[in-house]
């Protein structure tokens, strides 16, 4: 069965910082790229970033280059997403997600086979 499960979400304050995970399992986790994406309440799903097997080959959206950072280790099967300088606007479900191809990143969702349950992360004093 495949998996991929999201954690390290929960209640941040405004200009904090906080470390998503993402387990995979039950693929081959060092044959896909693997990105995050989130969703914010009320709103359509946002790619935040994405990583290359290698990790030779790293995108941000606009949005949130410079304050997010992406990062795979293929040995644990795992993909983080760092997030600085948190926001109100940051307040979303974030979803790690994989797109069949080894070197070449996509910013379009409806194009990545498997996705994660998500992790909230609020951002509220």
């Known amino acids: 069965e495949v998996q991929l499960l999201e954690s390290g979400g929960g209640l941040v304050q405004p200009g904090g910082s906080l470390r998503l995970s993402c387990l995979g399992s039950g693929f081959t986790f060092s044959s896909y790229t693997m990105n995050w994406v989130r969703q914010a309440p009320g709103k359509g799903l946002e790619w935040l970033a994405g990583i290359s097997v290698g990790g030779s080959t790293v995108m941000y959206a606009d949005s949130v280059k410079g304050r997010f950072t992406i990062s795979r280790d293929n040995a644990k099967n795992t993909v983080y997403l760092e997030i600085n300088n948190q926001n109100a606007e940051d307040t979303a479900t974030f979803y790690c997600?994989?797109?069949?191809?080894?070197?070449?990143?996509?910013?379009?969702?409806?194009?990545?086979?498997?996705w994660g349950q998500g992790t909230q992360v609020t951002v509220s004093s």
């Open positions: 997600a994989a797109y069949p191809m080894r070197n070449q990143c996509s910013t379009s969702p409806s194009q990545y086979t498997y």
